[in-house]
């Protein structure tokens, strides 16, 4: 083969190495929706600045934050525990937070958590499962004021 | 727990057009490696081409029936790092070497066990049940190239390989999935008590013993191990998992600074109390005298001068002399790559790197389960750490390790245990990027394996 075909080849080949970058980049910049319209429907800001009308109406005020854990049924009913800004660990082992006397919870049944004004609940694992507002979960979700979360017999609110 | 969202679409068709071209690259560098000997078309290129496309497409079959949702970038990804290093390999085999062939069988292997793995585990929270299985799996790993009758003896300094019928093995590159998978279950059931149940000195708050005694445990072990295996790349890669895995768990700076202190002091102390330490370390500072050049620094130095030939375009594949340097197609497999394509060869490969472990990194946020946020993370973190200390050895950033380029080097069990975590990255993102899944967990068969959770009894009526 000539050298000048090798030299076209050994460039082509680097171009293929980097059309092949790009070509990725470019499927994930679409995979990730970067300047269109998200698949939530809410406008972009781009939109935004465009068409002011199609901004949403400012956040309402932080709610009532909670302030206090109570056991409104199980064994501890009347329990009460103070949230500071720390996460709380709920279940039977000795080292949770609030310790359950409850045959129906896990050593380490779930966690309750802080994130910014709100307070969410994870399951970690449980063998029976927990409850918030009688949906079983199935990945972190936030717990407003008064909703019940039931925990083997034990259910707990979080109060403002 | 951020979570972002995305449009829920299997994008398989992405996948596959970017597969073609991934192959092209693959087999187009296989091709180029021949050409100018006129040995372009010979039977091992037919073969080894062949090969590699019927798997790379059976994989992406599979994903399509099983794990639709997948991210469609990661296996293009791979399969074009695996073809790249494959043609290298290939190109360097002296006539009647079958390194290249070799390759090529741990590939198929490889990517038949990833296969595997999405086809039975179906869902990467099942692992969560083997937290402690593969804490002494990890340890029974290591362990292995130590026990005599099984072990392959002492191979270039390292005693880390097992023999297994014709071939050996490195456990070792196995146990660093084992390590993510207990670290992730781990702490993901504990990083509350290693957050809050402790005292404080000064700024820093230092978990009880006691729920960390686990973590230290495998720390030891992974460390103990290996200096005894005297691999000083793997102890940097085990160390480097812990700090970052539970720096991702408990969102402490403290952590990393911790661990940075770790390393820093426990380089120190090695480079003064083992000779094989302290003459890597010497390689990469005076790696230019005379003395060090001949004893030591030979390797580094060749990579080096191969990569200035190389300069920006590269000598072209199949024309320069990377068979000069020791190792050219395992340990120093970017300075072959670097010669030949030049830093614009390089950087794409690089960026192809970079481009992988951010896709691992993004399955992690996807995911709503903090097991499968930890192992993503880990497993990502693991590849990324690997290509550092390649890389940077290599290119004598950093003193050079024993660590194998994920994909690329020569040798079987690293392409096997780099492809396994591809599989759990394609399996976690598939949960990250599907419609989301809202039936909990199937309860384990038989006996409780977590060890964790066990209540003292279960509810008994449906």
């Given at each position: 083969m000539s050298d000048l075909t090798i030299t076209a080849l050994r460039f082509g080949f680097l171009l293929l190495l980097w059309v092949l970058i790009f070509s990725i980049v470019s499927a994930m910049r679409r995979d990730l929706m970067v300047g269109r319209k998200a698949a939530s429907g809410a406008p972009t800001a781009r939109e935004v600045r465009k068409n002011p009308d199609l901004a949403e109406a400012p956040p309402q005020p932080v709610k009532q934050q909670a302030r206090q854990l109570v056991v409104v049924e199980g064994p501890l009913k009347g329990t009460t525990l103070p949230l500071a800004a720390s996460p709380v660990l709920l279940g039977r082992a000795q080292e949770a937070t609030l310790v359950l006397e409850d045959d129906y919870a896990s050593g380490r049944h779930a966690r309750l958590f802080p994130q910014g004004s709100r307070w969410f609940i994870e399951d970690l694992g449980s063998t029976n499962g927990t409850y918030l507002a009688d949906q079983q979960l199935t990945r972190a979700l936030p717990v407003e004021p008064g909703v019940p979360v039931r925990i083997g017999k034990t259910v707990i609110e979080l109060r403002p | 727990m951020s979570q972002l969202s995305t449009a829920v679409k299997p994008r398989r068709n992405v996948e596959l057009a970017l597969l073609v071209l991934a192959l092209a690259v693959g087999i187009g560098a296989n091709m180029m490696v021949g050409v100018d000997k006129e040995k372009a078309f010979d039977s091992d290129f037919w073969f080894q081409s062949s090969l590699l496309a019927v798997a790379a497409l059976a994989f992406h079959g599979v994903l399509r029936f099983r794990a639709k949702y997948a991210d469609p970038v990661m296996l293009p990804l791979v399969v074009a790092l695996n073809g790249l290093g494959l043609a290298m390999i290939h190109r360097l085999d002296p006539p009647g070497a079958d390194t290249g062939n070799n390759q090529l069988r741990w590939t198929l292997i490889a990517m038949a066990v990833a296969i595997a793995v999405i086809w039975f585990l179906k869902d990467h929270r099942i692992l969560r049940r083997f937290t402690f299985i593969s804490l002494a799996a990890s340890a029974l790993l290591l362990v292995l190239p130590l026990v005599p009758?099984?072990?392959?003896?002492?191979?270039?300094?390292?005693?880390?390989?097992?023999?297994?019928?014709?071939?050996?093995?490195?456990?070792?590159?196995?146990?660093?999935?084992?390590?993510?998978?207990?670290f992730a279950g781990y702490l993901s059931s504990n990083r509350d008590l290693i957050l809050l149940a402790g005292r404080k000195l000064g700024p820093l708050q230092f978990p009880r013993f006691k729920d960390m005694g686990p973590m230290i445990a495998a720390w030891l072990v992974s460390i103990g191990v290996l200096i005894f295996q005297r691999d000083l790349g793997s102890s940097v890669l085990f160390f480097g998992l812990f700090i970052v895995m539970i720096y991702v768990a408990t969102s402490r700076i403290s952590w990393v600074v911790i661990g940075l202190a770790l390393i820093l002091g426990g380089g120190f102390v090695a480079s003064r109390v083992f000779s094989h330490v302290e003459q890597r370390i010497n390689g990469w500072l005076n790696a230019f005298t005379p003395e060090v050049y001949e004893n030591g620094s030979r390797q580094v130095i060749q990579g080096l001068f191969g990569m200035a030939n190389g300069g920006l375009v590269g000598t072209g594949l199949g024309q320069g002399r990377p068979d000069l340097v020791p190792f050219a197609n395992s340990d120093m497999i970017i300075a072959s790559l670097g010669e030949e394509l030049g830093l614009i060869g390089i950087f794409a490969i690089v960026l192809m790197y970079l481009l992988l472990v951010t896709r691992g990194f993004r399955a992690a946020l996807g995911t709503r389960d903090a097991f499968g946020k930890l192992l993503a993370c880990g497993l990502s973190f693991a590849v990324a750490l690997q290509c550092f200390v390649v890389i940077g050895g290599v290119t004598r950033l950093i003193p050079l390790t024993g660590l194998t380029t994920p994909f690329l080097a020569a040798g079987g069990s690293s392409l096997l245990a780099n492809w396994i975590i591809v599989g759990l990255l394609l399996l976690i993102s598939h949960t990250a990027r599907g419609p989301v899944d809202t039936t909990p967990l199937p309860p384990s068969k038989g006996a409780d394996t977590t060890g964790i959770d066990t209540p003292t009894e279960a509810v008994k009526q449906a």
């Open positions: - | 009758g099984i072990s392959a003896g002492e191979i270039l300094g390292a005693r880390v390989w097992i023999r297994l019928g014709p071939m050996t093995f490195q456990p070792g590159e196995v146990a660093k999935i084992t390590l993510a998978i207990f």
